[in-house]
């Protein structure tokens, strides 16, 4: 008859089961933006692919280019993308704590 032995890990090496303590928050706010990334890029996607089929299928009704401008929907996309550009420099910048480009002086 014969015993088999468990060898034991030091808890310092042991990764994944525990042992490791917590995740630092920078993977965990890494993972966390790609979790968020990527269930924006599911939501459009189902979104574009429901105006690619159901865009033609108004049952009679107007289109959207009845109902809308398109001169002033192409101008206010351009100045949300505008404003999101510029709150991700104004984020960069307070994590680099250059608060001169930051703050707009009169």
């Known amino acids: 008859m014969t015993l088999a032995t468990i060898d034991t890990v030091p808890v310092e090496l042991a ?4 042992g490791g303590g917590p995740a630092p ?3 965990v706010v890494a993972y966390g933006f790609w979790i ?3 269930s924006d890029i599911v939501m ?3 979104l574009f692919a429901a105006y690619a089929v159901l865009s033609d299928q108004t ?8 109902l809308f401008n398109l001169r002033n929907v192409f101008t206010e996309t351009m100045c949300l993308l ?3 550009y510029t709150c991700g ?3 960069l910048s307070a994590e680099r704590r250059t ?3 930051i703050v707009l002086t009169p």
């Open 15 to 18: 990764r994944g089961r525990g």
């Open 25 to 27: 928050t920078r993977i």
């Open 36 to 38: 968020f990334l990527l």
């Open 44 to 46: 459009f996607s189902g």
């Open 59 to 66: 049952a009679g009704g107007p289109a959207g280019r009845d």
């Open 82 to 84: 505008l404003s999101s």
């Open 89 to 91: 420099l104004g984020a």
């Open 99 to 101: 608060h001169g480009k």
